[in-house]
């Protein structure tokens, strides 16, 4: 029997072809010559199969993934490893040289291919949702019946700044898709509604408040069959702040903390804390500002009674003096709030 490729004579004949005709003609791969990929222009995602994946590879390493996964080795082939190498760019599209070297009966062969790669960049879905401004929560910060203090609105932007930055690393979409003045207050939209709810509850942690929810329905999603929400989450701010005053009961006090657990006032009758919970709220009313605090005088003491001036009327007001106040002296000046006609010291800090 004689090769068919070169004539020769041999014992064994491989497809009609002596050993090294045989090894020679094989490719060892097949590839195809066009080749498309698709990744984000915005981020690091790509669009493997059916779906997109964030990666932490190079785009360099995909494209080679892709052509080691397109290429099918020769059933004769062993032993068959790629070398891949960009040798022209044209645009988006990728000149790349694929040596392929391997055995074939034990003997080496080598071939060469060139495939030419399009990148497509596109948007994965979670940039196109963020480019569209997509939000699945709006948080609506608020006060009781009064505007936001500026501090607050940026002790609030500050948490929410702070809380992106970390979650946005485990979470894509959480991200502020549009922050909204209003006359009643901020509104922040959120791309991630687990995200947005994560926030509220730290901003309700750190600055109190009544904290609501409620799901609106925006339409209908055809294609899953399912209706669509966006949920509506409301932090109210307590209408006092830190330093004012309130009556809660027959109590009367100053706020000394505000957190997301509780309301804390001293009581100005006996300066002793009283712890207030939320659910109180609405018992609560705020009878004067830190701004209504006055100065005045201490005109003379005995053991048990202190007696000072009303700062609007310098009338002389004599009360019973509380042992924590028993260090002040006659001539010194105390800050003093007036609640419901009614003259109370606030002691001084120590
Ligand atoms: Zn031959
Ligand atoms: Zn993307």
Redesign the pocket.
């Known amino acids: 029997m004689f090769c068919i490729e070169c004539g020769k004579e041999d014992k064994e004949l491989f497809k009609g072809r002596c050993h090294s005709c045989f090894a020679a003609s094989n490719k060892l791969i097949t590839i195809p010559s066009e080749l498309e990929v698709e990744s ?6 790509i669009h493997v199969g059916d779906k ?1 994946m964030e990666t932490t590879i190079s785009e360099e390493d995909f494209i080679a993934q892709t052509i080691a996964q397109e290429s099918v080795p020769d059933e004769d082939a062993e032993d068959v490893a790629l070398e891949i190498d960009l040798i022209n760019q044209k645009g988006s599209i990728l000149e790349m040289m694929i040596t392929a070297s391997g055995k074939v009966l034990g003997i080496p062969v080598r071939k060469e291919f060139k495939v030419n790669v399009k990148i497509n960049r596109n ?2 879905p ?2 196109s949702k963020y480019a569209s401004g997509y939000y699945e929560a709006v948080l609506q910060l608020r006060a009781d019946t009064r505007p936001l203090e500026a501090e607050e609105i940026q002790a609030a932007d500050d948490i929410i700044k702070r809380l992106l930055d970390k979650l946005s690393k485990k979470n ?1 979409m959480a991200y502020l898709s549009q922050r909204i003045v209003i006359k009643e207050g901020v509104d922040y939209y959120f791309g991630s509604y687990k995200s947005a709810r994560k926030i509220s509850n730290v901003l309700k942690e750190q600055m109190g408040g009544m904290l609501g929810e409620s799901p609106r329905l925006m339409g209908r999603d055809k294609s899953a069959g399912k209706d669509l929400y966006r949920i509506w989450i409301s932090l109210r701010l307590p209408i006092f702040q830190k330093g004012d005053f309130i009556t809660h009961e027959d109590h009367v006090g100053q706020i000394i903390d505000i957190n997301g657990r509780k309301i804390v006032i001293m009581d100005l009758e006996t300066l002793e804390n009283i712890s207030i919970s939320w659910r109180e709220y609405s018992n609560l009313e705020k009878v004067a500002g830190k701004e209504d605090v006055k100065i005045t005088t201490v005109t003379s003491k005995t053991p048990t009674e202190i007696q000072l001036l009303n700062p609007e009327t310098y009338q002389p007001i004599d009360m019973d003096l509380l042992s924590e106040l028993a260090d002040i002296n006659i001539g010194e000046e105390v800050e003093v709030i007036e609640i419901k006609g009614k003259i109370y010291i606030i002691p001084p800090k120590k």
């Open positions: 984000c222009a915005h981020c690091s995602s997109w948007a994965c979670e940039c894509r």
